[in-house]
């Protein structure tokens, strides 16, 4: 039970986790990979190497302190964080070794003489309120999935049936369920987790559905990333009749319930979850705003298919950036998509929903730009795959 007294101790903490957040978080990480390597599968491992896992460990630890009082603050942080872990199947029995890790973490790197037994036992309390929150919140879309037409609890064995070249760079893998079933129906913008097995180490990751499902498979589309092992390895290994792991689809990245016009902002490989916002948000003829960024046309996915639909599709207005175009490419903008293209490429912004996916520097460019030419924040959606950033850093 989460006292006014532990409340006041975790709070005291705020000002030592704003300076060494990312050190505490960093050396909790180490722990718990080495007590625990069993876990390791649900972290990507490309994010711990580059420090980006810790900083936003660190940043969500900070954010909890700041907000323990008021937890409905942390806004769509905490939705978040439930869908990630429904993706990767975090479960209630990781919880445990995580506080443990955690509590020693915290009186290993600020020492006995802060971190005393008192404020062990507040964040003890405040960790254990925060798990309960989660846990409770994921079992009920675990739940969900396995309650729904075509749903399943856990891994489902899938079979890749399709193999599609959409770029240079990116291919569309069409799976099916193994046991030949349906599939529950995900909604446009939510992703699935899969596990591969590389040289006997299990790895999971989150891959956006690239197209609508209509209850027989999914289409992921996956781009192949430098060092990336489960990109190449799905690019260069996985043939026709393979099977892979798949757990249900998650997300809250999905469209709106108003009649607003959408607009869609991808920079590369983010493409991929607004081809499924795209084919899902025509269907309600609403006007649609669809703009992408990428270096070039050989690595430009889905164009042919977006351009067809806006020669069909009136309300649909496509636009597209290249930062480093090739002699006979053909495109509107080059360079990087700025505050002026979108002022001038989309009308009346402030009545827009915008959803906005890619690199994490290119979604906190573009929500800030978003911002200045004076759209409400809550109008702003975004979804990128990594460790989550305050966008107004």
């Known amino acids: 039970m989460l006292s006014e007294q532990h409340r006041a101790l975790v709070k005291a903490t705020i000002p030592l986790l704003e300076q060494g957040g990312e050190a505490l978080t960093t050396h909790f990480y180490q722990r718990l990979f080495r007590d625990h ?4 599968a649900l972290f990507n491992q490309a994010h711990q190497a580059s420090g980006a896992q810790p900083r936003a460990l660190a940043n969500s630890v900070l954010m ?9 603050a942390l806004g769509p942080l905490a939705a978040q964080i439930v869908n990630k872990h429904v993706a990767l199947q975090v479960l209630p029995e990781h919880y445990p070794l995580v506080g443990s890790c955690l509590l020693q ?11 005393t037994d008192a404020i062990l036992e507040a964040w003890g309390a405040a960790y254990q309120q925060l798990a309960d929150m989660l846990i409770q919140a994921e079992e009920g879309v675990y739940a969900a999935n396995a309650q729904a037409s075509g749903g399943w609890r856990g891994a489902r064995s899938f079979v890749l049936a399709r193999r599609e070249l959409e770029s240079d760079e990116m291919i569309s893998l069409y799976l099916v369920p193994k046991d030949g079933g349906s599939v529950v129906q995900a909604q446009a913008g939510q992703y699935i987790g899969v596990r591969w097995m590389h040289q006997g180490e299990e790895l999971r990751r989150n891959y956006s559905l690239s197209r609508c499902s209509e209850g027989e498979g999914y289409r992921i589309s996956v781009q192949r990333q430098l060092g990336g092992v489960v990109s190449n390895a799905l690019h260069d290994e996985f043939k026709l009749g393979d099977s892979i792991d798949v757990f249900p689809p998650a997300g809250n990245f999905v469209l709106d319930q108003s009649h607003q016009p959408i607009a869609l902002i991808s920079g590369g490989s983010g493409i991929t979850p607004t081809i499924a916002l795209l084919e899902a948000a025509l269907k309600t003829q609403r006007p649609v705003y669809f703009i ?29 950036c290249y930062s480093e175009p090739r002699v006979r490419d053909l495109v509107e903008a080059k360079g990087y998509l700025t505050a002026d293209l979108l002022g001038a490429w989309i009308p009346n912004m402030k009545e827009v929903q915008f959803y906005c996916t890619g690199p994490q520097a290119f979604i906190q460019a573009n929500y800030q730009s978003l911002l200045g030419l004076g759209v409400p ?11 989550a950033v305050p966008l107004e850093g």
Do not use: M, N, T
Request: aromatic share 10%; net charge negative; with cysteine.
């Open 377 to 387: 924040a809550s109008q702003i959606h975004s979804e990128f795959f990594g460790p």
């Open 64 to 72: 909890y302190a700041r907000h323990i009082d008021h937890l409905e």
């Open 105 to 115: 973490s915290i009186r290993e790197v600020l020492g006995a003489e802060i971190a």
């Open 37 to 40: 390597p069993e876990v390791k």
């Open 292 to 320: 992408h960024c990428a270096r070039h046309a050989g690595v430009h996915a889905f164009r042919d298919w977006v351009d067809e639909q806006a020669r069909q599709q009136p309300q649909l207005q496509v636009h597209y």
